[in-house]
């Protein structure tokens, strides 16, 4: 196996550069953009892709969820990187720790930020509990790590049919947590922040996880890792117990380990364009399908029910007074997407 070398990289720095594969006849207003949000949103409701990524609706106010998966990601990252730079692990921690809060701060909507809500599992000081159990809970490991948050453009091929000039590049964009060795192996790592009880069969779904399988593929591509292996690392968040009884901080973290061959990559691969090319179809003809099943109810509810569910002339009006128009920004809000999609 061929090995990328650990880096350093500045912990001071804010975002590293995209790393792309694109060549300088693509001209990325004609392009088609997607990440795994994306995609996964088509997949699951074509309306719910309409009103997103096509009318620009959001609802209005920040979410607890995603706020909190960013804040917990931002303190990680910043404490690998510190770790990364040669500093200690109680300095590294701090320093992380330091980034979470401003993080957090800066993500959570301003009914978390007041002192009523310590007790919520989305709180400041939970959040810090979580942070500081796992640090410790994975510091015994000895990772190595080769690239910490890497976000990338990868050109994945061209759709063709009824659209202007017959055929649009298409180019899929993400960030990777972190390509890490452990054991003599490489791994893509991912950090999903779950509300759900971590249990093997939450783990398993990651096998068929669109984004998941993506970096792993950019990882090949873009950065010649040389690895068929991701690590998911599930952190658990729950509020911290009353009793003794409860469930220790260190069974708030488990790892699974996910392995694809060569030919499962390239199915993704197609069945990304696939999706692509269906994306373009609906854009051409403006027919969106409703989902009215379980996804209009799943994770505590879709976000765009109430406008689904309102009678047509009266949700322009709902429009006005619940939500506000967005306008997705590929890689600036990658993480945002990311995590609003996974987290409860
Ligand atoms: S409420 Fe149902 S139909 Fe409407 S966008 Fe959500 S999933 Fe789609």
């Known amino acids: 196996m061929t090995q990328a070398p650990p880096i350093k990289s500045d912990v001071s720095i804010g975002k590293p550069s995209v790393v792309k594969n694109l060549t300088d006849e693509i001209d990325l207003k004609k392009a088609m953009i997607l990440d795994a949000h994306l995609i996964k949103t088509f997949r ?3 309306q719910k892709f309409n009103w997103f990524e096509e009318l620009h609706v959001i609802g209005r106010g920040k979410m607890a969820a995603p706020g909190f998966g960013i804040s917990m990601h931002t303190g990680i990252e910043f404490f690998r990187r510190s770790k990364m730079a040669g500093e200690s692990f109680t300095s590294a921690l701090s320093t992380g720790k ?14 978390n930020l ?41 050109y994945i091929g061209q759709i063709s ?19 890490l060795e452990h054991r003599a192996r490489v791994y893509v790592n991912d950090l ?38 991701a690590l998911v690392h599930g952190i658990w968040v729950q509020k911290e117990p009353k009793t003794d009884k409860a469930k220790k901080i260190d069974d708030y973290f488990k790892s699974k380990e996910i392995y694809w061959q060569d030919e499962q990559l390239r199915e993704w691969h197609r069945h ?73």
């Open 44 to 46: 699951a409701c074509e």
């Open 98 to 111: 330091a980034a979470l809060i401003e993080a957090y701060n800066r993500n959570m909507p301003s009914e």
């Open 114 to 154: 007041q002192e009523v809500m310590v007790d919520d599992k989305r709180s400041l000081p939970n959040a810090l509990r979580i942070y500081d159990g796992y640090c410790k809970h994975y510091e015994p490991f000895g990772y190595t790590f080769h690239y910490i948050e890497i976000p990338f453009a990868l």
């Open 161 to 179: 049919g009824d659209v202007p000039g017959g055929t649009k590049d298409v180019i899929y964009v993400g960030i990777i947590d972190a390509v």
């Open 192 to 229: 999903k922040t779950t509300g759900w009880t971590l249990n093997e069969n939450w783990l398993e779904g990651f096998r068929m996880d669109q984004g998941l399988i993506g970096y792993t593929v950019a990882a090949k591509e873009l950065l010649g890792v040389d690895t068929q292996y």
């Open 272 to 344: 990304t364009l696939l999706t692509a090319q269906r994306i373009e179809e609906r854009r051409a003809d403006g027919e969106w399908t409703m989902d009215f099943g379980q996804n209009c109810g799943a994770f505590g509810g879709c976000s765009y029910r109430a406008l689904c569910a309102a009678p047509l002339g009266f949700r322009h009006r709902l429009i006005e007074l619940d939500y506000e128009q967005a306008f997705w920004t590929p890689l600036e809000d990658e993480r945002l997407q990311k995590m609003s999609a996974l987290e409860i």
